[in-house]
């Protein structure tokens, strides 16, 4: 089975430009949650959703936003980019509902640049 | 607040050599899980245990152990007989449990060990 796929891959925009990141799950796979990763420190959370519901959302700013869709993948969207929005996003995916402690399968990323 | 703390940020060995990666959390919570994570430079986190808060059996799978000490709400991950294939960024992880009456799978992460395993 295939894993989470995230595209782009790589990613280069410019301060107050936007972006839409997209993430599609592990089969079967019914929650998808984001995170921000900056380079030297560990992934922060964005946001979880489970059945096209936010289920969760971590200390980001508006301008972050996402959504799920029926087939359980989902986009991150970034508006008014700053220099500080550059980093690796990472999704993952989770087999259950929102269940704590519920594995989370990462993607490979996308490496977002903002200048 | 939950918190993962990793206090190496980095470790170098001589391949074959034994390495521990430290990791101590902090919660309030009474139920809660533990993760560790790889990340290779491709970038991508490969995921290598979980364990419960009312398991503190240690793991063994293969090169790879876990000690979990609730005691010293510490989660220690030991590579033995360390490979070059082992260098990668290794991560703690805590999931965090109910949030005003629901629960969500967030994940608190430590800031990461660097592991470089030497030929």
């Known amino acids: 089975d295939a894993g989470v796929t995230q595209s782009p891959t790589h990613l280069i925009k410019t301060r107050g430009q936007h972006v839409t990141l997209r993430c599609s799950p592990i089969s079967g796979h019914k929650s998808v949650s984001w995170y921000q990763q900056v380079l030297g420190q560990g992934p922060q959370f964005i946001f979880q959703?489970?059945?096209?519901?936010?289920?969760g959302r971590g200390n980001f700013p508006d301008r972050f936003s996402a959504r799920q869709f029926p087939n359980y993948s989902s986009e991150l969207n970034v508006n008014a980019l700053l220099l500080g929005d550059s980093a690796l996003y990472l999704c993952?995916?989770?087999?259950?509902?929102?269940?704590?402690?519920?594995?989370?399968?990462f993607g490979p990323g996308t490496r977002l640049t903002v200048l | 607040a939950q918190k993962v703390t990793q206090a190496q940020t980095e470790i170098s060995v001589v391949e074959k050599e034994d390495v521990t990666l430290d990791c101590v959390y902090e919660?309030?919570?009474?139920?809660?899980?533990l993760f560790w994570y790889k990340q290779p430079p491709s970038g991508e986190l490969v995921f290598l245990i979980r364990r419960n808060s009312f398991d503190e059996q240690n793991e063994i799978s293969g090169r790879y152990s876990w000690n979990f000490q609730k005691s010293t709400s510490s989660f220690n991950f030991t590579i033995t007989a360390s490979q070059v294939v082992d260098s990668a960024v290794y991560f703690c992880?805590?999931?965090?449990?109910?949030?005003?009456?629901?629960?969500?799978?967030?994940?608190?992460f430590g800031q990461g060990t660097i592991l470089t395993v030497h030929p």
């Open positions: 993952a995916s989770s087999p259950l509902r929102q269940t704590l402690g519920d594995t989370q399968y």
């Open positions: 959703y489970y059945e096209k519901e936010e289920r």
């Open positions: 919660t309030r919570d009474t139920t809660y899980y």
């Open positions: 992880a805590l999931s965090e449990a109910r949030a005003g009456g629901t629960s969500y799978g967030k994940l608190t």
